[in-house]
């Protein structure tokens, strides 16, 4: 007999179907008893009244992979609309203790790390599974979004020759007989690969050897990065990162709106129109004005504390979580321009969304000899920026890029207090398992 | 004015626009003069007749970044049907002396090694471009393939605590006071991610430290990789597979006609119905009648040979490129079901296309006893895999997956003789850059 999933069942009712997955609840009540079935589909409650087949429940434990056949009726109370009765049970593979903990309720009740160490089971859970669901559409939609604005998706490599941004940080990797370093950013190649297709995109891990023990760092993230070029100004940024965060959402909504739901979130507010923009120096001074604090001596640039604030007055003043703040502090990487009106300010920008930075990025110097420059300022050693400066050298048009942190757009979705939670496998100084 | 794609100005003829893109050719006739430049969309001709701008011609080298007002004309001899009339030229960014490699000719003058040590401009080439046009569309393909056969995609770790599958050829991290490893597969995780999705995938780097300088070795590689519960044969992952090679397939003659056309290639041939299968000790008998050679002896594997000649049946008795080869010798890893029927045989397939393996899987164990006694009897260590195992302990069902490489597809599919070819950052024994 051929497999029905949970959820073609309600087509079938009346008739005799056969449904395989996990044993997710069981309700022994005696005479009557209640199993409820998780499937990729979703879930359905099977129904177990004869006595042999109540004689097989005794073993079971959740997690137990079933077959049952049985004739799919109609149940009012049920969410499906359906139930199977007359329900025989095959077991397919056994559990042969109940399991560490509980991910069949609602929430998890156990602290961050004993759900982490317990990843393969925590991650049954419903509540869980959510967040990895809306993780995947976050991933889909970034890819499809910047596909459908002409850019092009390239493999930008892990493994590099030199560190990839200056040398702090970064993993060492014993390779042969020498050494190579993991990647921190695909920044350099992603400016490399727009001198062949002009809108570039990748997502990729990059690693970071920091010795943080917080809830905000890990060695191992996912970044979602975009590079492209004839921009006039950050505008024409803007208007691309609009509408990657339009198109993330409206995936979201169409596919997980019972994602959110289970958690009691929404997404983030989307004005109207165009993005609300700011610069940082102004945003130092309404901070200054909202919380009496005085800005005097501050650099251009946002503490936690002014992110927030200023994420509180963009939903004040514009109806909306997302604000652009530009122009911070005179960049300190080699490949930023500063704002030739003003050189104490770089032609940079961050995505601020319900007070955290979303996405980061700035204008890129395309003229070969203003990089050598800046290069040999920061007393960097050139050569190792050999293909990247040819890319320079031989015609790079004004251009610009974007990054995006999956993990962190997940956790902010969810309103976690912790990465971690939005992070399936997370690598942190302590933990490399499972 | 606002920039104008060139593949745009077909509907704007009669109008001043205003192009951006590099100049790809220059033809100096004297009194006219032609320019091709290329921008993201594709190429145009921009016709110089004026004397002020013919005089800047003589500083402008291959790449140079130009923007190019103009009327659009029609013009019957070029592919597009119009081009720039009354232009004039503003270098964007200028080019000092001319690229190097002569990237502008229909194939580039050079051996590999000059081909990927100026792979910045290189990759400017229009033939090298529609490979990676190409591998874009595989990756998009694969996800949307999975995606509509419900399977949920997953972010992998690269960082892992001990070696991923065994021990040999992982590569080593400095990880603070302690050792990482760099992922060899997807493998673990992807079973770990059955237990709450049933049908899952993945694309991500993979890293083997094989000290090997072949056309076929690299260090980092990119696997796209599934994995599917409630398996009751190979036939089922054979029916997901071949439908993502149909998709593959379908999605670059939608979108990547001209890029194969290019190279005077074309796809491998499917089959009208199912992809045949065989097994592997059909295959040594058919490749002994047709070769002569005599079999005996030889392990239940296949050599490269044998791949060879058994593709070229595939095409003459079942007029495709495809064919599933299964049942190879019992397999050494410690996942893999063996056949009941005869325990020399593993239950492994490989995807063979034109004479080589595309794809490779095999049906896992999915009994946590049976787990537990192959890597007791293979001398591993059991606790390594303590998370993978405790998907096992507490439910997992009949399962089974399979990986593609994405280079080596991209390679096949192109013929090229070196993997190298079909990587846009080759790592290997000797090369970390660019």
């Known amino acids: 007999m051929e497999r029905t999933l949970t959820k073609d069942c309600k087509k079938k009712i009346g008739k005799k179907v056969l449904v395989k997955g996990w044993m997710y609840q069981l309700r022994e009540l005696g005479k009557i008893n209640f199993i409820i079935l998780w499937d990729r589909s979703g879930y359905i409650q099977i129904v177990v009244q004869d006595k042999k087949e109540i004689a097989k429940l005794k073993n079971l434990h959740i997690g137990t992979v079933l077959g049952v056949t049985g004739e799919v009726k109609k ?12 329900s025989q049970l095959e077991v397919l593979s056994p ?3 109940a399991p560490p903990i509980e991910y069949n309720k609602e929430s998890i009740k156990a602290n961050q790390n004993t759900i982490l160490n317990y990843r393969p089971l925590s991650i049954r859970n419903e509540k ?22 002409e850019f092009v998706e390239f493999r930008c490599p892990v493994l590099m020759g030199s ?20 990647a921190q950013s ?8 727009l001198g062949a297709y002009e809108r570039v995109f990748t997502l990729l891990p990059v690693f970071r050897a920091e010795k943080h023990h917080t809830s905000r760092h890990l060695t191992e993230i996912t970044h979602m990065d975009a590079e492209m070029a ?20 409206g995936a979201i909504e169409k596919r997980n709106s019972k994602d ?102 700035t204008i890129r110097i395309e003229k070969y000899e203003k990089l050598i420059d800046n290069i040999k300022k920061q007393k960097l050693n050139a050569d190792q920026f050999e293909g990247y400066l040819q890319a320079f050298k031989y015609g790079m048009p004004p251009e610009a890029g974007f990054s995006f942190g999956l993990e962190r757009i997940t956790q902010k979705i969810f309103d976690f ?14 933990r490399l398992t499972p």
Request: proline share 4%.
């Open 75 to 86: 149940s009012a109370q049920t969410e499906l609309g359906v139930e199977i009765a007359n």
């Open 95 to 97: 559990v042969h203790e």
């Open 128 to 149: 869980i599974r959510s967040v990895f669901r809306v993780q995947a559409t976050i991933m889909e939609a970034f890819r499809d979004s910047l596909r459908s604005q």
């Open 163 to 182: 560190p990839s941004e200056g040398g702090a940080d970064v993993f060492e990797v014993k390779y042969f007989d020498r050494s190579a370093y993991l």
């Open 186 to 193: 695909p920044q350099l190649y992603k400016q490399i690969m």
């Open 230 to 249: 004839f921009v006039e100004d950050m505008d024409d940024v803007f208007v691309v990162v609009e509408q990657v965060v339009r198109d993330i959402f």
């Open 260 to 361: 959110l739901k289970r958690w009691n979130v929404s997404l983030p507010k989307l004005p109207k129109g165009r993005f609300p923009r700011i610069k940082i120096r102004e945003v130092l001074e309404i901070v200054e004005k909202r919380t009496g604090k005085s800005a005097k001596g501050k650099k251009l640039d946002l503490e936690p504390e002014d992110e927030r604030e200023i994420g509180k007055w963009a939903m004040e003043e514009h109806d909306t979580d997302f604000l652009w703040v530009t122009n911070f502090f005179k960049d300190k990487n080699f490949y930023t321009w500063n704002n030739p009106d003003d050189p104490s300010e770089s032609q940079s920008y961050d995505l601020i969304c319900r007070g955290i930075e979303w996405l980061s990025g």
């Open 417 to 430: 207090d912790n990465i971690r939670s939005a992070t399936l496998f997370p690598r942190d100084v302590e």
